[in-house]
């Protein structure tokens, strides 16, 4: 009997998921970041990568993208799920910066459960604290987190901003944080087991997942509440609280966000520097862009970069004043100067290519008085100098 020899059948390779960047000529988006895009797109069960205009490359994954696959990738919304940006109304009497910022409450030390029983930052806690997460609780976390006085600018959209009760000159609070460690945890439990593959048990996943979203949602609130009580006014409900890291259940297919923000009938602050102003802007998004908005002005720099060239251009007292006037409040040396408003994209820019895509509607700006970043320890320190140094002078 002969053996017919075994013949492997060439199958046709699968189609890699269309991509669609969303963003100028005029803009400045890195190759890198694009090229990640694409990379993305050829992960099996993936249908449609939509880039933002404020896109640039991330650790494994782009950020400033909306993925959509049939198939969960943890790792394309990483490690700060629930991460995202709230707006707070605040009412003060007296709006002075540098007295402002002198009051800022310690935002790296965690509420604790037992120790801080009686502050009234709980308030705002309605419900248990998901997931029982304690663990940095109520603080901002680092990179390019930041709770932030602003005052309201320019508006754009008169009756969106009188829905939304906001005029010009009023006072808001700004919250972008996430999920501090829980994110982190659930996403190293998951590259333990399967590195960048997929979720073995989507629906595990998930549940963890919201935990965080909502946790991160609650941490906001919290720091909101610690601030505004340290400046003297009373704690208030968000008008804004997007997250832009996370996953959502949609038609059927996973709709992963990474620095992206929902913006489907959405009203999203799209964050500047802390040199420029910051748009919150009525979200209209449709498929094409996975019903998605940009975040934030998006890196233009590297944070070794930032850092390289900041150190030959500013000094440290320079990026704690800003263009804009506002303070900075931040004891990390490095951090400001991975941070400065030069490593960043024109927001200008970004709102810009949104508006020029049918993608938003730009209803108001907010303008930084005071941002916090980390306590600055050394602040208070050169306060009690100062006083010294002018005794002496009149002796």
């Not at 489907?264 to 102003?277: E, I, M, N, Q, Y």
């Not at 709102?351 to 730009?362: F, N, Q, R, S």
Request: charged share 25%; proline share 7%.
């Amino acid at each position: 009997m002969s053996v017919k020899p075994f013949r492997q059948e060439s199958l046709p390779a699968p189609t890699p998921a269309t991509v669609t960047v969303f963003a100028s000529p005029a803009s400045w988006v890195e190759s890198d970041a694009v090229d990640q895009c694409h990379q993305v797109a050829t992960l099996d069960g993936m249908v449609h990568v939509a880039g933002m205009p404020d896109l640039h490359p991330g650790k494994g994954a782009p950020i400033g993208a909306a993925m959509t696959s049939t198939v969960l990738y943890p790792h394309l919304i990483g490690s700060d799920i629930g991460c995202g940006i709230a707006v707070f109304p605040i009412a003060l009497k007296r709006v002075v910066p540098e007295r402002l910022a002198a009051r800022f409450p310690d935002l790296d030390r965690p509420l604790d459960p037992i120790r801080d029983a009686d502050d009234p930052a709980w308030s705002v806690l309605d419900g248990d604290v998901p997931a029982g997460h304690f663990d940095g609780l109520g603080t901002v976390g680092r990179g390019n987190h930041f709770v932030e006085l602003a005052r309201v600018g320019e508006i754009l959209d008169p009756g969106h901003a009188a829905r939304l009760q906001l005029a010009t000159g009023d006072t808001v609070l700004v919250a972008h944080s996430g999920s501090r460690g829980l994110g982190e945890r659930i996403l190293r439990e998951h590259t333990e087991l399967r590195g960048t593959g997929p979720a073995d048990d989507p629906a595990g996943y998930l549940a963890r997942h919201d935990d965080a979203v909502r946790w991160g949602s609650l941490n906001r609130r919290l720091l909101a509440a610690r601030t505004a009580i340290a400046l003297g006014a009373k704690p208030t409900a968000p008008i804004v609280d997007q997250c832009h890291n996370l996953v959502e259940v949609r038609d059927g297919h996973y709709l992963h966000r990474k620095g992206a923000a929902p913006g489907d009938s959405r009203d999203v602050l799209v964050a500047g520097t802390r040199g420029t102003p910051s748009y919150l802007v009525a979200a209209h998004a449709g498929a094409q862009a996975n019903h998605s908005v940009a975040h934030g002005a998006g890196r233009k720099m590297s944070r070794a970069d930032a850092l390289r060239r900041g150190r030959a251009k500013h000094t440290v007292d320079e990026l704690r004043r800003t263009p804009v006037g506002s303070l900075v409040v931040c004891g990390d040396r490095q951090l400001l100067f991975e941070e400065a408003p030069t490593a960043y994209k024109r927001i200008e820019q970004v709102i810009a290519d949104l508006v020029g895509h049918g993608l938003a509607t730009p209803v108001a700006t907010t303008v930084p008085l005071v941002t916090y970043k980390t306590p600055d320890v050394g602040a208070a320190a050169r306060s009690d100098r100062r006083p010294e140094r002018r005794r002496r002078g009149r002796r």
